[in-house]
């Protein structure tokens, strides 16, 4: 079998380490500006979540499959790719995403920490704390995060409403499909947002939606703080529409310093730290390895990107 010569802006000891040995690959690290060498080609592309500085210049170079170890692409310079397979590691990260997503459910309705004690209260044995069972779980996108999330929500007997890109039926036995976002978000006592960020889905929960709302309704966002309008979110929370906001996301990402989400009561944010499990890294490379193979063997790939749609 031929040598299959990867393009990457990561060492190949790094990729290693985290993939295994790549038996009949060469990897050939290239740096992420500048015009690299003459002689420096290569079939397949391998660099980051938010491309480079010379990503056209690379993929010039006899590259006809470029691969990015990230789950989504709201930050890849599309307009790069041309004609080439552009590939992402998506539904990697959905097992750690989707068990966080139920831990800020769970810390809802069990009040939790605010209810954990330091001293003696008045009163022992009595408490107003809420369940998941029988509770209305909204989910705006229901791809690989959102279907993990649907999952472990069933098992807690909550009723499960997605909202799907393109018709078609359930995923997943038990998810109803909402007919569109309206209805689920009327429907909803907990609403997750896990949709691609796209042009389409900016601000995609703004002031309609949530005026659509129930009153005292849970949010959660794992996806690109893009689909939240902030400056709506804000008057929602005042107003006591929305009872709390768990963002492991936000726009812009680093928030700056000072920024209301920080100190908002009502608000619990966490900094894009969802995905973090064991193994979480060796999972991103998962799929560009199978996919190593499948490109060999001349099979479709996993976590194709449709650079006309942006997901």
């Known amino acids: 079998m031929n040598s299959l010569r990867v393009l990457s802006h990561l060492p190949r000891a790094s990729i290693?380490?985290?993939a295994g040995p790549l038996?009949?690959?060469?990897?050939?690290?290239?740096?992420?500006?500048?015009?690299?060498?003459?002689e420096v080609r290569g079939e397949v592309l391998l660099t980051f979540a938010w491309g480079s500085?010379?990503?056209?210049?690379?993929?010039?170079?006899g590259v006809r499959w470029i691969h990015t170890i990230g789950t989504g692409v709201d930050r890849f310079p599309l307009g790069a790719v041309g004609d080439r397979i552009l590939t992402c590691s998506r539904g990697a990260s959905a097992i750690p995403i989707a068990e966080w997503t139920l831990a800020m459910l769970l810390a809802f309705e069990k009040r939790l920490p605010e209810s954990w004690i330091a001293r003696p209260p008045e009163r022992w044995n009595q408490a107003e704390l809420g369940g998941l069972h029988g509770r209305t779980l909204g989910l705006v996108g229901l791809g690989g995060i959102g279907a993990a999330v649907a999952t472990r929500a069933l098992a807690f007997d909550m009723r499960v409403v997605g909202l799907?890109?393109?018709?078609?039926?359930?995923p997943l036995p038990g998810v109803e499909i909402a007919s569109d976002l309206g209805q689920l978000l009327a429907a909803s006592d907990h609403v997750a947002i896990a949709?691609?960020?796209?042009?389409?889905?900016?601000h995609l929960i703004g002031?309609?939606?949530?005026?659509?709302m129930k009153s005292g309704v849970h949010l959660v966002n794992v996806s690109r703080g893009s689909l939240v309008d902030q400056d709506a979110l804000r008057e929602a929370l005042d107003a006591?529409?929305?009872?709390r906001a768990s963002l492991d996301v936000c726009d812009p990402e680093p928030l700056p310093e000072g920024h209301w989400l920080y100190t908002h009561p009502r608000v619990r944010l966490s900094p894009h730290i969802s995905w973090s499990a064991p193994g979480a890294l060796e999972r991103l490379f998962a799929t560009f390895v199978e996919n190593l193979r499948r490109w060999r063997e001349g099979l479709p790939l996993e976590g194709r990107v449709d650079v006309e749609r942006g997901y």
């Open 16 to 18: 290693e380490a985290l």
């Open 23 to 38: 038996p009949d690959v060469e990897i050939l690290h290239v740096p992420t500006q500048g015009e690299p060498p003459p």
């Open 53 to 61: 500085p010379n990503l056209a210049l690379l993929a010039g170079r």
């Open 164 to 170: 799907r890109r393109s018709p078609g039926p359930s």
């Open 195 to 202: 949709a691609s960020a796209t042009p389409e889905t900016h």
């Open 207 to 212: 002031r309609e939606a949530f005026a659509a």
């Open 240 to 243: 006591g529409r929305v009872e």
